[in-house]
């Protein structure tokens, strides 16, 4: 059932409160969603939505804890990872690893106060954990999106000789540098 025209939406200039809501969001995805916000013509999913701004707008005035919800959009990690075959560089693990990092937190604070965010927790209702998402990535990628020595014994094979080598090669050049300056061929410190 339509409850207002078609030239009511213009009337009432929704296009700017669309552009006002997407200028406070931080991620493309955000500001996708906030300029296909559309008046809600469903009483109780109205009011369930009310509540659910009213539960979080609460926390934030009483100054109240609430888990980080900022992390950089993955949507092109998303389609690779439905790609055969295709591949993600470590910094694309690194952006999966926040998101799961992030909904993991939230989804754990809010189960842990269901009491106090019974509208907000309906949200997360088809939302599950993703420790083992965590617990993967972290065995391979390192916090500076690094890929680490102990991924695979092959690598760490190869890292450790190349590290005697640049070991050997540093040796070598300083005997060198000092050979030089011995014979006088080469001065300063």
């Known amino acids: 059932m339509k409850l207002f025209g ?8 929704f296009d700017r409160v669309q552009e006002r809501v997407e200028h406070h969001c931080r991620s493309a995805s955000g500001k996708r969603k906030a300029l296909e ?30 888990p980080d919800l900022t992390f950089e959009d993955f949507e092109e990690e998303s389609q690779l990872l439905l790609i055969s ?5 470590e910094v694309q693990f690194s952006r999966i690893r926040s998101a799961s990092m992030t909904v993991n937190a939230i989804l754990k604070f809010l189960n842990d106060r269901k009491a106090s965010y019974p509208s907000l927790l309906r949200i997360t209702e088809t939302v599950y954990t993703t420790q083992d998402i965590v617990k993967a990535i972290d ?51």
């Open 6 to 13: 078609d030239d009511t939406l213009a009337l009432f200039e």
């Open 37 to 66: 916000l559309a008046p809600i013509a469903d009483r109780d999913f109205l009011t369930l939505v009310l509540k659910q701004v009213d539960e979080f707008k609460q926390t934030l005035f009483q100054q109240g804890y609430f």
């Open 85 to 89: 075959g295709s591949m993600l560089l």
């Open 139 to 189: 065995s391979i990628i390192d916090a500076h999106s690094q890929v680490k020595s102990s991924a695979s014994p092959i690598l760490q094979d190869i890292r450790n000789s190349l590290s005697s080598k640049r070991r050997e090669a540093d040796k070598r050049f300083r005997s060198f540098i000092l050979d030089l300056k011995k014979k006088g061929w080469l001065q300063g410190k």
